[in-house]
């Protein structure tokens, strides 16, 4: 992602939704040996985690929900956050008086999203809010695209790209110090270089995926060698970082004619062995896996036999009699030469692969390897 942005701009990791399920205090440590010095969340509460975790004194910046009562820690602390109404402006004008410290604000601007953000309606008094105010320092304006990811929405994207220009250009005109441009997620710089700017917050992409499949072709077309033949053959230039793993907590004999687990869903119909795996919805394995799902056993797949329970599915290991209590069970990742893949993952539950990652709660523990 640094190659393709270019020097000139920063890249900020997105860290929302507990870094897309890798934990933030395992992933930012791993981010910062890599170079990046920018982190961006969604919460106050991100915010704090992020902090307690940085080693390298990097930016923070809060894009979404920050409560009044957690301005002023914001504030004294150097974290940036995004203002979009007036009531944030005002709230965190009068913090940074009370502190005697310039609250860093990222104005965020309206353009079609119709989410958040200033309208053409507000510019005006917008203009006068900031101006009117030493205690804000504005260091960035920002928008969001309605989905950069698909094709269906290029209009509409091209639309936004021209609107938040031209909304900056207006802003800086009335002597209104912008401080740096951002607007492009992980999808926006992939498939439309004209949004990188000052800065990208890139998320799911620094995970090692594709926003959709749409994207990953778009960036093979146009920025791979070769004619079709060798962009379909081509590697993909994103690499997953994490697998979820766990282990066999048990295996049983049942005999033929049998039904396994809670409910009548499923019988056996030969000898079988059953494995308890300690790994259920509440840990993210969704329950649209019963009898659907499997996992990597022994470098084999296991099929979920059964209904998948809070804390517990059981699977099949008929067919891999040397299975025994303590081997790895892999949910996602690879075993020998066969792989789960997020992708795969996703589509047996009907999930997108963000589902699946944001889903996988925060009590597993993270475990950074070599």
Known sequence: MKGHIGPDAI?????????????????????????????????????????????????????????????????????????????????????????????????????????????????????KAVRGCPDLAVTGVATHYAGAETVSNYLRIQKQIALFREKCLWLQKRGVNIGIMHSACSAAALTYPETIMDMVRSGIALYGF??????KMYYLLNYSCGGEDEISKAPSPLRRVMSWKTR?????????????????????????RIASVPIGYSHGFPRDLS?????????????????????????????IPEAST????????????QEVTVSSFSEMSQYLNYEVLVQIPAHIPRIAVD
């Open 11 to 127: 890249l900020s990791s997105v860290i929302k939704g507990n870094a897309y399920g890798h934990g933030i205090k395992a992933f930012v440590p791993l981010a910062e040996e890599c170079g990046i010095r920018h982190f961006s969340v969604f919460s106050a509460r991100e915010a704090q985690v992020a902090l307690e975790a940085v080693t390298h004194g990097s930016v923070i910046m809060i894009m979404g929900h920050i409560g009044d009562e957690a301005v002023p820690w914001a504030i004294e602390h150097g974290i940036s956050f995004y203002v979009f109404d007036f009531h944030r402006l005002q709230i965190a004008a009068e913090a940074a008086g009370r502190i005697g410290r310039k609250a860093l604000v990222h104005l965020e601007l309206e353009t079609g999203l119709n989410r958040t953000g200033f309208t053409e309606d507000e510019m005006e008094r917008l203009v």
């Open 210 to 215: 594709w926003p959709t499949g749409e994207t």
């Open 248 to 272: 066999i907590m048990s295996i049983h004999d049942v005999s033929p004619g049998q039904f396994v687990g809670y409910g009548n869903t499923c019988m056996t119909t030969v000898s079988s």
């Open 291 to 319: 009898n659907s799902g499997f996992v990597l056993i022994c470098g084999r797949r296991a099929p979920v036999a059964g209904l998948v329970n809070m804390n517990m599915i059981l699977v099949d290991v008929t067919g």
């Open 326 to 337: 303590g081997d790895e069970v892999v949910i996602i990742g690879r075993q020998g030469e």
